[in-house]
């Protein structure tokens, strides 16, 4: 299953196995502007669904990160850490935040496709 699903507060999550990768849209991306640093969890912390995960910051905001869904963080992006500006030219591929052993799958059920996804910031971007 390496379907790309997403949340309401524009992270997007892929799972391999058991493994999830998680990173901020491209359109959350786009709202935050020129992004200067980010701080991510620390690799063996466990996070829950909906949880602060971290904070990247911009020339225009602060933001928390999420998680999506609960596990443990098994890999931090450090490439991101060191240069942020990564993050607004590739943020759902080589700019990922952190990666996690997912510890209940039924969790991405209730993410949004692609589709939906779209369709949701078409709505909230009124």
């Not at 990173?23 to 786009?30: L, M, P, S």
């Not at 039924?106 to 949701?120: A, C, G, I, V």
């Amino acid at each position: 299953m390496n379907e790309v699903k997403f949340s309401k507060e524009h992270e997007w999550i892929k799972l391999d196995g058991d493994t999830a990768t998680i990173g901020i849209t491209k359109h959350a991306a786009e709202m935050l502007g020129d992004i200067v640093f980010v701080e991510l969890p620390e690799n063996g912390s466990s996070v829950e669904k909906n949880g602060n995960a971290g904070v990247v910051e911009s020339t225009k905001a602060a933001s928390d990160i999420y998680t999506p869904v609960s596990g443990q963080i098994t890999e931090c992006n450090q490439s991101i850490v060191d240069d942020p500006s990564k993050i607004n030219s590739d943020p759902e591929n080589q700019a990922w935040f952190f990666k996690l052993n997912i510890k209940d799958k039924s969790e991405m059920n209730s993410l949004m496709n692609k589709e939906e996804y779209d369709k949701f910031t078409k709505e909230n971007d009124s």
